[in-house]
C-alpha cells in the first residue's frame, strides 16, 4: 500500500490545461446522464462523430460524472453510480468494476471521480458508499486494490471531487504551504 505521506491529495483543486489544438482541430468527448445515458465524441461544430449508449437507467440520474480517453483510445467512464468501465472505441468493455471490488472488503456507492495514473493504475472516487468504505481508491487493471483514502471524519459521504497530485504539484504545494508558516 502506498502511505498517505507519499502522495498529496487535494480534494476539489482543478489543475490547468492546456488545449493545442486550434479550435477547429478540436474534439470533445462528453458524458450526459439523466435519461440521456450517452458517451459521445463531437468535432468542434457539434456533429457527433461517435456516440456510445450506455447500460445507466433510462429515468434519472444515471451517474456519469467523469469521463476520460485514456493514452490506450480507450473511454474510461462510470455506467452508473456503481460501475466504472473501459471500453474500446468499437465499444468492447476491457476493464470493469460493479457493485464490488473483487477480492476485497470495498463496495462501490456513488462513482465519482476517475483518474488514471501513469502506471496504468486507475484512481476512483467512491461517494455515498458508507464509512466501512473508502472514499478513494487505486486499483491495478488486474483489480488489486494498491491503496485506500479514507478519511471518514474529514469528509463523510460527501466527497465528490479530489484529485491526486504528482510530485511536481505536491513539491509546489508543499513549498507555498511552508512560506505560510513562515
Not at 60 to 81: C, E, K, Q, R, T
Request: aromatic share 6%; net charge negative; hydrophobic share 40%.
Amino acid at each position: 500500500m502506498i502511505s498517505l505521506s507519499s502522495i498529496a491529495l487535494a480534494a476539489c483543486i482543478v489543475a490547468g490545461t492546456t488545449i493545442s489544438a486550434d479550435a477547429e482541430d478540436r474534439l470533445v468527448l462528453v458524458g450526459a446522464s439523466y435519461g440521456k445515458n450517452v458517451l459521445a465524441i463531437c468535432d468542434s461544430d457539434g456533429k457527433v462523430i461517435w456516440k456510445h449508449n450506455t447500460a445507466a437507467p433510462q429515468k434519472g440520474h444515471a451517474g456519469h460524472h467523469d469521463v476520460h480517453l485514456l493514452p490506450s483510445g480507450n473511454i474510461l467512464f462510470h455506467d452508473s453510480w456503481t460501475k466504472t468501465q473501459e471500453i474500446t472505441l468499437g465499444k468492447q468493455v476491457v476493464w470493469e468494476i460493479s457493485k464490488t471490488v473483487p477480492d476485497s472488503e470495498i463496495t462501490l456507492g456513488w462513482m465519482t471521480a476517475l483518474q488514471e495514473l501513469p502506471n496504468g493504475n486507475i484512481v476512483a472516487g467512491n461517494c455515498h458508499a458508507g464509512e466501512e468504505n473508502p472514499q478513494i481508491f487505486e486499483i491495478t487493471k488486474d483489480k488489486n486494490v494498491v491503496w485506500e483514502f479514507d478519511e471518514w471524519d474529514l469528509v463523510g459521504n460527501g466527497l465528490a471531487c479530489w484529485q491526486i497530485l504528482d510530485a511536481e504539484q505536491s513539491a509546489m504545494v508543499r513549498k507555498q504551504l511552508a512560506a505560510l508558516k513562515k
